[in-house]
């Protein structure tokens, strides 16, 4: 039996709304800016071959979060994975969708893309308010050849519950013992130092307008609004480009068979790993209401995993890998169901 025609088959005319709604294609979604450069592409890409019209809109993960639990999208996006207790709370399915990598990016007179070297325990200082001008000497030393300025550091960060700052946080606690006792790892933090911008779009605007600043977005916002990034060390101890070679190097340590799917890459081991990478994530009603739009997420992410990885590519995410596709489509069979029937079917 098919995908499409299962309901009727199950449920008859009790489902017939689902189906009406099914037909009409439409689904709508709500959260991280993260991956919003690749969804939108893929929702673009998609239409025409799935005949699904997506409606995604970048809020943030603790909006799409929130509007996911209340029932009024269809799916949430989060950066920053929920726990177990919190899926069963909300009856909800979690599964990731792409892998995207965070990067530093500066507004320094003189200073161009990937020139500039920093290091994680420097940032966290930076964002704690104990370094404060380029030209601090820890800055200097590490980057012999360049000349920084007497200007004083302008940090940005985000102000909206965000997964972008989620990961960001959780690489400054992985490196700077101090970061993580007196700030800590969460969507929403109360940074020491700087000015919250709202969305990646804000933080890149941010620091593109502010001379000194220095902020974190998800590659595809440094690459779209041609900011400058900078190399950062990692855990062997080396300092890196973020280059898509980089983001696969440290993506094949992801480990997905955590509670959730929830698998970190911060910080991976590696001569050529980038040390802020992270998968994005969908979290989808195991109860839907309506069948048929639940059926249509499904389909879009179905069919951006079998045809979206080169636009994914282009952007400098990364897809997954197809035994994780594999697991995504069996977690949808056993889970997401209508009157005890699955709505999916492989």
Do not use: C
Request: glycine share 8%; hydrophobic share 45%.
């Amino acid at each position: 039996m098919n995908r499409r025609s299962f309901l009727l088959a199950t449920s008859g005319l009790a489902l017939a709304p689902q189906l009406a709604s099914a037909q009409a294609a439409q689904i709508t979604g709500a959260g991280a800016t993260f991956p919003n450069p690749v969804y939108q592409k893929w929702a673009e890409a998609g239409k025409a071959a799935t005949s699904i019209t997506v409606n995604y809109q970048s809020v943030g993960s603790g909006a799409g979060i929130n509007q996911i639990r209340n029932r009024t999208v269809d799916f949430g996006a989060t950066d920053a994975p929920l726990t177990v207790a919190q899926l069963t709370e909300a009856n909800l399915l979690q599964f990731p969708s792409v892998m995207g990598s965070l990067v530093p990016i500066v507004n320094i007179p003189g200073i161009e893309n990937e020139q500039m070297k920093l290091t994680g325990e420097v940032i966290a200082d930076i964002y704690l308010g104990k370094i404060t001008k380029w030209n601090d000497q820890r800055i200097v030393e590490m980057n012999a050849g360049l000349t920084l300025p007497n200007l004083a550091i302008a940090p940005a960060y985000r102000a909206d519950g965000s997964g972008t700052t989620f990961v960001w946080v959780s690489y400054l606690a992985a490196v700077s013992p101090e970061w993580k006792e007196k700030v800590g790892v969460g969507t929403s933090v109360r940074f020491p130092a700087g000015t919250g911008a709202r969305g990646n779009e804000g933080v890149a605007g941010t620091v593109k307008n502010i001379r000194g600043a220095i902020g974190y977005v998800e590659n595809a916002y440094a690459i779209t609004n041609k900011l400058v990034t900078t190399q950062l060390r990692n855990k062997a101890g080396l300092f890196v480009k973020p280059t898509q070679e980089a983001f696969i190097a440290a993506a094949s340590n992801a480990d997905w068979s955590t509670p959730g799917m929830a698998a970190s890459l911060i910080d991976q081991h590696g001569a050529t790993s980038w040390p802020i990478v992270s998968p994005t994530f969908i979290l989808l009603p195991k109860n839907p209401t309506d069948g048929g739009r639940s059926l249509n997420v499904m389909k879009f992410f179905d069919w951006a995993f079998k045809n979206g990885a080169a636009l994914a590519q282009e952007l400098e995410y990364i897809p997954l890998p197809p035994a994780v596709q594999a697991a995504i489509r069996a977690a949808w069979a056993a889970e997401v169901k209508v009157n005890g029937q699955p709505v999916w079917t492989n």
